[in-house]
Nanobody
Framework: QVQLVESGGGLVQPGGSLRLSCAAS????????MGWYSQAPGKQRELVAT???????NYADSVKGRFTVSRDNAKNTVYLQMNSLKPEDTAVYYC???????????????WGQGTQVTVSS
């Protein structure tokens, strides 16, 4: 019952920046965790960054100091500011959200469609 729509991917040179956005819509009581995962060709999907409604964040070691995850709870939107991009950051980036459908129900998860980020000269 939660749909995630991502935007902001594209082609960027090494050292450049991109900002990804992901807006959640649908019927839900609350959204708990929001975050970003990446998947390179032939690789498993990996955590990039997550953020709780409280603002607490978690980052993969490879992106610490370069990426910043944030969210606007009023808009049900999560962002990923990516700076100092490296070729190894090239991947499809997927938005994720865990949510409660109604009060007192178990959390469910939803994934976005993915947006391509390519870092290349």
């Amino acid at each position: 019952q939660v749909q995630l729509v991502e935007s902001g991917g594209g082609l960027v040179q090494p050292g450049g920046s991109l900002r990804l956005s992901c807006a959640a819509s649908g019927r839900f009581y609350s959204i708990n965790v929001m975050g970003w995962y990446s998947q390179a060709p032939g690789k498993q999907r990996e955590l990039v960054a997550t953020i709780l409604a409280s603002g607490s964040t978690n980052y993969a070691d490879s992106v610490k100091g370069r990426f910043t995850v944030s969210r606007d709870n009023a808009k049900n939107t999560v962002y990923l500011q990516m700076n100092s991009l490296k070729p190894e950051d090239t991947a499809v980036y997927y938005c994720y959200a865990s949510y409660d459908r109604t009060f007192g129900t178990a959390s469910q998860g939803s994934w976005g469609q993915g947006t391509q980020v390519t870092v290349s000269s």
